[in-house]
């Protein structure tokens, strides 16, 4: 009886570590995290992204409009509403679809305003052309007159009507002409007491100056005798290498011997119209 009842005494303990293993086992098997359910999870990413096509297509329209590629539009429209990554391409291809009517207005839209700036930068070169040459018509009618001198190489090339002289450096006529030529060159060898030097041609300013930067210079000479009304301004201003543009007539040759012995002639021009540059 003794014996029984003391493994009655001994039993108790273990039956009730039993029981609380057993209701521990069960709490953690309540409480276990459940598994994810991927395609609840996918299905209501998908409702999300077709919930919100709408506003990422109106998103992506309003940016195509202010300047940005369909592409880029769509890309961060659908970004910028958070469309999860598994469903951003299926509405970035859609919305590209969405937006094309919207990127070919804008690029009409460019291509007719480029047009009508255009149109108007030619409207405004053809009436300030229109403007100097009614300007220059006045002036030139007064320079005849007599009412003023001429002032521009345009009046020049106006009220003289001269040929191109630069092929005369290169081989002047045996008898020299009298008529009007215009010229351009540099300064090369002045005379300190007159107002004249021997110049260096060169066709024109653009000429001289591709000439310098490909280091090439063609050494066709010319003399240049200047009147007395612009003697004054030629000794204050004038340097030599210094570039200069006129109107004159065809006067006279001059002799002259290069360094290597050789005897030319060069064309001696009297100038009518004279300008630095």
Not at 29 to 52: F, S, T
Not at 58 to 66: D, F, G, H, S
Not at 163 to 168: F, I, S
Request: aromatic letters at 8%; charged letters at 25%.
């Amino acid at each position: 009886m003794k014996t029984f009842a003391g493994a009655i005494l001994l039993a108790v303990p273990l039956i009730a570590s039993a029981q609380n293993t057993f209701e521990g086992v069960v709490r953690g098997l309540l409480n276990m995290p459940q598994k994810p359910d991927y395609r609840a999870q996918l299905e209501r990413q998908a409702a999300d992204a077709e919930d919100k096509r709408s506003a990422v297509e109106e998103a992506a329209i309003e940016k195509v409009r202010n300047g940005a590629g369909p592409h880029a539009a769509c890309s961060q429209a659908a970004d910028e509403h958070r469309i999860a990554r598994d469903f951003s391409l299926k509405i970035e291809r859609t919305c590209l679809q969405a937006v094309n009517d919207a990127y070919l207005e804008r690029q009409q839209a460019v291509e007719q305003q480029r047009r009508e700036e255009a149109a108007a930068r030619e409207a405004e070169r053809k009436e300030k052309e229109a403007a100097a040459l009614l300007a220059l018509e006045r002036n030139v009618a007064d320079i005849r007159a007599g009412r003023r001198k001429v002032g521009t190489l345009q009046e020049a090339d106006a009220i003289y009507q001269p040929q191109n002289g630069t092929p005369l450096a290169s081989a002047p006529k045996v008898r020299p002409d009298g008529k009007t030529y215009f010229i351009s060159g540099t300064i090369e060898s002045p005379d300190s007491k007159a107002p004249a030097f021997t110049a260096i041609a060169n066709g024109s300013k653009v000429a001289y100056q591709l000439a310098q930067a490909w280091n090439h210079r063609e050494y066709l000479y010319f003399h240049v005798r200047l009147p007395k009304e612009i003697e004054e301004i030629y000794f204050d201003q004038a340097k030599v290498g210094q570039g200069f543009t006129l109107v004159g007539k065809y006067s006279a040759n001059v002799d002259y011997e290069t360094v290597a012995g050789q005897k030319k002639s060069m064309p001696v021009f009297e100038a009518l119209y004279f300008e630095f540059w």
